[in-house]
């Protein structure tokens, strides 16, 4: 009695595998034909998207660029306009400042060269002392390095000397 209950167990769990087996194919068979359904219905509202976009676009490159040559057309027009009446202005006042500036610039250079050879003649001289000097202040720091070189090379040879007795 006990073999007949097992086997009836066993038998009924076998048919509920099967059936959540079944279950779950006919779920998958479910999901995969909707995604399927889903990507076909995705790909054409992304087509009637890019297509439709596309349209608008072009539409709006064309009504940009017609407004953009009207605008072209009015701006170089008052530049032109705009350029030849500064043109004269400046012309008249370059006449102006030109005689002004040569003028100016004439008295200029003759006193700047008056105070340039002056600090020139100063500058040489400052620079001949201080050089004079210099060369002087290294010749006693040569000197002097010298000398202590020697003596130190003199007292190294005593050293060695006293060292080998």
Do not use: F, G, P, W
Not at 41 to 57: H, L, Q, T, V
């Amino acid at each position: 009695m006990k073999e007949k209950n097992d086997l009836k167990k066993s038998e009924s769990v076998r048919r509920k595998q099967k059936y959540d087996q079944n279950r779950y194919q006919l779920k998958r068979k479910l999901i995969l034909s909707s995604k399927k359904q889903y990507d076909e219905a995705n790909c054409d509202a992304k087509k009637r998207y890019y297509e439709a976009n596309r349209k608008s676009i072009l539409e709006s490159q064309k009504q940009y660029d017609e407004a953009n040559r009207d605008a072209k057309k009015h701006y170089y027009e008052a530049n032109r306009k705009s350029i030849l009446e500064s043109q004269k202005q400046y012309d008249e006042a370059n006449r102006d400042a030109k005689k002004h500036y040569y003028e100016a610039n004439r008295k200029s250079i003759l006193e700047s060269q008056k105070q340039y050879d002056e600090a020139n003649r100063d500058a040489k001289k400052h620079y001949y002392e201080a050089n004079r000097k210099s060369i002087l202040e290294s010749q006693k720091q040569y000197d002097e390095a010298n000398k202590n070189s020697r003596n130190h090379r003199q007292e190294t040879k005593k050293k060695i000397i006293e060292s080998t007795r």
